[in-house]
Structures are given as structure tokens and as C-alpha cells.
């Protein structure tokens, strides 16, 4: 199972883009680099998700590099109401069906 | 359309008694599972079912049973609750797809203390 690596905690200026990075060397070919967000306690919330092109979507962009091996999450414009946990997953598959695992993720406090 | 709903959102249980936390999804999602977070930490996987009828266990099912005899309905049960198993419960569910990376849904969460 691939693991992820990111920094324990970023600041942010409200209004500024957030660039949250994340580490994902031994990622294999066919898994997915997820992103959720969990705000106080409250269910993680789906972000974004890609497997090796940039994507993006209302809430963020996802730039992943060529070889895979880390990735980036970017707020454009961040408000305060982003200041939450960021989890970078890398989707593990079984035989029976697909689970995530969570590390640490990032505290990314939006400040005013 | 109410996406993931569990209950109860509290609960509060004494040492060695029993009790289900139910978890429901109304969007035909073949994939369920659940999962417990303690202070400070990511998520872990207790249970996980692909299936009506099909369940397996994940990376911290002791104490904890599930049954999956709807594609609906998940439910958790504590079989006899030790203070090791307060925590946050969060259930999720996502399509049966292994092809694609399917987004998957969570609950609000149910908080448990055991006393």
C-alpha cells in the first residue's frame, strides 16, 4: 500500500491560494491520489481525486507530477471557512472492494 | 437525497453493554464501511462491505460486529463496550466501481463514550 507524506500543519492569508504538497513515492500505477478535508470533527468531505493528469473542479486543483511521486492541492483563493484538516490518500484496492487510509494529513489554518 | 445518515450522533454507554450504530445511504452505493477516530488522529477501518451479505474485516474490527443484509443499511454493533472504544464513528459508502477512483461519502459521525 502506497503511503502518503505531508507537513504537519501550513498558514495561509485569507484570499491568497493554499498549495498543500504531498508525498506519494511508492504509488503504483492504477491507484488514485485522493483528497478530503475534515473541518472540526465533522465527516471528511471529498475534494478532488486524480491519477496522473492535473485536474480541477469547483473546489480546487490537483496538479500531479509526471513521474507520480508527489502532488499538489491548490486553494485559489482560500477563505476562512477552508481552515481544516487536508488528507492526502492513495486509493488501496483489494481483492474484496476499496479502502482508504488516512495518515496524519495537513492542519491548514486560513488566517484573516 | 440524504446521502449518509447515522445515528445516534451521541451516545454515552457503560462498560460491557451493547449497542448498534446505524448507518444508512440512499444513493444504491454497493461499497460501505466504517470507521473510528480518536483524538488527534486520521481515520482507521474497523469493518468494510462490498455487498449485500458480504463483509470483511479492516485494520481494527476487535470488539465490533456488522451485518450488511440490505445494500441500504450498515449497521455497527459494540458487543460489550470498553472505554478503548470511545471515540468518533464515521460511516461511509461509494459505487462498487474498482476501474475508476469513485468518490466515497461520509456521515456526519456518531460520538461514543464509554464510562
Known amino acids: 500500500d502506497a503511503k502518503t507524506t505531508q507537513p504537519t500543519s501550513m498558514d495561509c492569508a485569507e484570499g491568497r491560494a493554499a498549495n498543500l504538497p504531498c508525498n506519494h513515492s511508492t504509488i503504483s500505477g492504477n491507484e488514485y491520489v485522493y483528497w478530503y478535508r475534515q473541518i472540526h470533527s465533522q465527516g471528511p468531505q471529498y475534494i478532488i481525486h486524480?491519477?496522473?493528469n492535473n485536474e480541477t473542479n469547483e473546489m480546487a486543483s490537483l496538479i500531479i507530477t509526471e513521474d507520480r511521486k508527489s502532488s499538489t492541492l491548490i486553494l485559489p483563493h482560500a477563505t476562512l471557512r477552508d481552515t481544516a484538516v487536508y488528507y492526502c490518500i492513495v486509493r488501496v484496492y483489494n481483492n474484496a472492494g476499496n479502502m482508504l487510509t488516512f495518515g496524519g494529513g495537513t492542519r491548514l489554518m486560513v488566517k484573516p | 437525497n440524504a446521502g449518509v445518515t447515522q445515528t445516534p450522533k451521541f451516545q454515552v454507554l457503560k462498560t460491557g453493554q451493547s449497542m448498534t450504530l446505524q448507518c444508512a445511504q440512499d444513493?444504491?452505493?454497493?461499497?460501505m464501511s466504517w470507521y473510528r477516530q480518536d483524538p488527534g488522529m486520521g481515520l482507521r477501518l474497523i469493518h468494510y462491505s462490498v455487498g449485500a451479505g458480504i463483509t470483511d474485516q479492516g485494520e481494527v474490527p476487535n470488539g465490533y460486529n456488522v451485518s450488511r443484509s440490505t445494500t441500504e443499511d450498515f449497521p455497527l454493533r459494540l458487543l460489550s463496550a470498553a472505554p478503548s472504544q470511545t471515540s468518533v464513528y464515521f460511516c461511509a459508502s461509494s459505487m462498487g466501481d474498482r476501474i475508476s477512483g469513485n468518490t466515497i461519502y461520509f456521515g456526519e459521525g456518531s460520538w461514543l463514550t464509554v464510562v
Open positions: 444513493m444504491n452505493h454497493e461499497y
Open positions: 486524480g491519477l496522473k
